[in-house]
């Protein structure tokens, strides 16, 4: 298991982190890039060319390889690092997995409102539990877990978590098995890390 929280892949490719010496698979960790001015930024999608920088999807980490310089030792040259880095990492994997709830939502594989989530749980219909973290701690302890797996999605904001069902806020939202959702899992346990939440009820993880 990878602290990221995601199962270990061994046909995943493996890379290193920069501030523990870790080698993990490339999906528990969150890759960098040195741009033409010479500025580092994140590259969550791993899909920007040139040769990447890893760290383990975790605010110490990132904050470790921000004050200790490990950007420019690793990338062997003088480099520009944001101010806000930390705050772009979170930004970029929260609107990550906020398109593809939506995505999910528009095939109808993701439903939001507590009576619609609660009917698929008590279903069983739902894979994964999302549940906002600046959620009422009691209205969200009325729904129990996935009973055919233990899944849970606790990271995004009420606001975050209405972008990917277009309204203002969200608390309560459901996942089916099969289509994004084991995407939207791995993607959450990476936010949950940067941002420290531990899921507050289970980690986000999938089976």
């Given at each position: 298991?990878?602290?990221?929280?995601?199962?270990?892949?061994?046909?995943?490719p493996e890379?290193?982190?920069?501030?523990?010496?870790?080698?993990?698979?490339?999906?528990?960790?969150?890759?960098?890039?040195?741009?033409?001015?010479?500025?580092?930024?994140?590259?969550?999608?791993?899909?920007?060319?040139?040769?990447?920088?890893?760290?383990?999807?975790?605010?110490?980490?990132?904050?470790?390889?921000?004050?200790?310089?490990?950007?420019?030792?690793?990338?062997?040259?003088?480099?520009?690092?944001?101010?806000?880095?930390?705050?772009?990492?979170?930004?970029?994997?929260?609107?990550?997995?906020?398109?593809?709830?939506?995505l999910s939502?528009?095939?109808?594989?993701?439903?939001?409102?507590?009576?619609?989530?609660?009917?698929?749980?008590?279903?069983?219909?739902?894979?994964?539990?999302?549940?906002?973290?600046?959620?009422?701690?009691?209205?969200?302890?009325?729904?129990?877990?996935?009973?055919?797996?233990?899944?849970?999605?606790?990271?995004?904001?009420?606001?975050?978590?209405?972008?990917?069902?277009?309204?203002?806020?969200?608390?309560?939202?459901?996942?089916?098995?099969?289509?994004?959702?084991?995407?939207?899992?791995?993607e959450a346990?990476?936010?949950?890390?940067?941002?420290?939440?531990?899921?507050?009820?289970?980690?986000?993880?999938?089976?």
């Amino acid at each position: 298991m990878s602290r990221g929280g995601r199962p270990k892949d061994n046909d995943e490719p493996e890379r290193k982190c920069i501030a523990t010496g870790e080698v993990q698979p490339k999906g528990g960790l969150i890759r960098f890039v040195v741009g033409p001015s010479g500025q580092i930024a994140p590259d969550v999608a791993g899909k920007v060319p040139g040769r990447g920088i890893y760290v383990v999807a975790s605010k110490s980490a990132l904050e470790k390889a921000i004050k200790k310089g490990l950007f420019a030792r690793s990338a062997k040259q003088s480099v520009q690092l944001p101010d806000d880095l930390i705050l772009m990492v979170e930004t970029v994997l929260a609107r990550r997995i906020t398109d593809l709830i939506s995505l999910s939502r528009k095939s109808g594989e993701a439903v939001a409102g507590y009576e619609k989530v609660k009917s698929w749980l008590v279903t069983d219909q739902a894979q994964v539990l999302i549940q906002a973290s600046d959620g009422s701690d009691r209205g969200k302890s009325k729904l129990r877990l996935p009973g055919n797996a233990e899944s849970f999605v606790g990271c995004l904001t009420q606001n975050e978590l209405g972008l990917a069902f277009g309204r203002d806020s969200v608390i309560h939202a459901a996942l089916l098995a099969g289509g994004l959702t084991s995407r939207i899992v791995e993607e959450a346990a990476r936010l949950s890390g940067v941002r420290e939440i531990g899921g507050g009820r289970s980690t986000a993880r999938g089976k």
